[in-house]
């Protein structure tokens, strides 16, 4: 099968396209055709080991620290079922799934196994392969967040900085799903895109910040790691919640300290550790109820996968980058 293939870390250039063994499921494992994957924006830090020094010696111990453990990258998919261990009683031949592989990785690939009981849920049936795949990653991080650790509740003023990002346009529709009102902070370029997803108030921070507008929040929601507690502290409203997905040593301490003391919290967690078969299934639920719907930027085939993380590195993508994958039987044995 191809896939695109890593054995050491560096930039872009390092991801090659190879021939590798197709994998064969385990017993309770099935075999799925991607047809979509995509690129987060945490695929260019494991692949150049860029990680922020805090985080340095654990994903080192996990993912190697000279040279990748594991050689093919790729968290989110979306394909069809093509075989099954002989204990799978889940899913059978040809059932449409999309789903997160977690530390395995191995979504940049034709194939790719998966176990019966792992992220893996029936794919939503009015979206396509490549809306589906743009999922996981940031709609369940915008769910954990919101729903788990912010307590997000009806009524309440939710302000979410990044809200033309994977996260951040997830973050919107689910916040309104929940009943809140949303202020979605962005650039010039995607105050619409915000709107559209159905943003009560959109804030261009390349012209206005919102600490300094006078509108207090109950949920302040950084996707993208650009703003501070310092600065946005006193934009909380009593008993604010201020929810963070990208942090360092200050804001961990902060986190310790608010937990401590105040009527104001500091909240940030490895989501992805918190994510549960359930909260999937709740995302098809959605999906098929047009509730949500997946933004996605650009769309690369799986040979231009290299283009799609120089294009990621930027920092500029909206919502979601997606590798589409066209099988071909002369290529894939």
């Not at 989110?76 to 799978?88: D, M, P, W, Y």
């Amino acid at each position: 099968m191809k896939a695109i293939v890593y054995e050491k870390y560096g930039p872009p250039e390092v991801l090659e396209l190879k021939n590798v063994e197709k994998p064969i499921p385990k017993d309770n494992e099935v075999l799925i055709r991607i047809y979509a994957t995509t690129v987060t924006a945490e695929d260019p830090k494991q692949r150049g080991f860029t990680f922020p020094p805090l985080f340095w010696l654990p994903t080192g111990i996990l993912f190697g620290f000279r040279k990748p453990r594991k050689t093919i990258l790729g968290f989110e998919l979306a394909g069809e079922v093509e075989s099954s261990g002989k204990s799978v009683k889940r899913f059978k031949k040809g059932d449409h799934v999309f789903g997160y592989t977690g530390l395995s990785f191995g979504a940049y690939a034709e194939y790719k196994c998966m176990p019966e009981d792992g992220l893996l849920a029936f794919k939503p049936a009015n979206i396509t392969y490549e809306e589906a795949a743009a999922a996981p990653n940031g709609a369940l991080s915008a769910l954990v967040y919101l729903r788990n650790k912010g307590n997000i509740q009806n009524g309440e003023k939710v302000l979410i900085y990044g809200a033309s990002g994977s996260v951040g346009t997830f973050a919107v529709q689910l916040a309104k799903y929940f009943g809140a009102e949303v202020t979605g902070v962005c650039s010039t370029a995607n105050l619409e895109l915000v709107k559209s997803l159905g943003a009560d108030k959109v804030i261009d921070y390349t012209k206005e910040d919102f600490t300094q507008c006078g509108e207090t929040y109950d949920i302040i929601f950084d996707t993208v790691g650009k703003s501070s507690f310092s600065q946005s502290k006193s934009s909380l409203n009593q008993n604010g919640r201020y929810l963070l997905t990208h942090f360092g040593l200050t804001d961990i301490f902060q986190m310790l300290w608010t937990s401590l003391i105040g009527n104001k919290k500091v909240i940030g967690t490895a989501a992805n550790f918190s994510w549960k078969l359930e909260d999937l299934n709740l995302l098809k639920e959605l999906y098929e109820a047009g509730k949500i719907k997946s933004v996605i930027d650009r769309l690369y085939p799986l040979e231009e996968t290299v283009e799609a993380h120089k294009y990621v590195e930027t920092g500029h993508k909206k919502g979601n980058v997606v590798i589409s994958l066209e099988h071909n039987n002369n290529l894939t044995s």
